[in-house]
């Protein structure tokens, strides 16, 4: 098997480290808007269940 020389690793670093940086930062950006909006919504009721086994 072929070696790949220092700088193709270092590149798919960078691009691997750049992908998760922005999946990281749309995730947070979409948890703000979620949680903002969830601010307006209706109470939402919980039953409490009581399971007897």
Known sequence: MPQMSP??????????SIIYI?????NYFNMTLISQSS???VKIIVKP???KW
């Open 49 to 51: 269940m009581n399971w």
């Open 7 to 16: 700088l193709n690793w270092l590149l798919l670093f960078f691009l691997f």
């Open 22 to 26: 922005m999946f990281m930062i749309l």
């Open 39 to 41: 601010k307006k919504s």
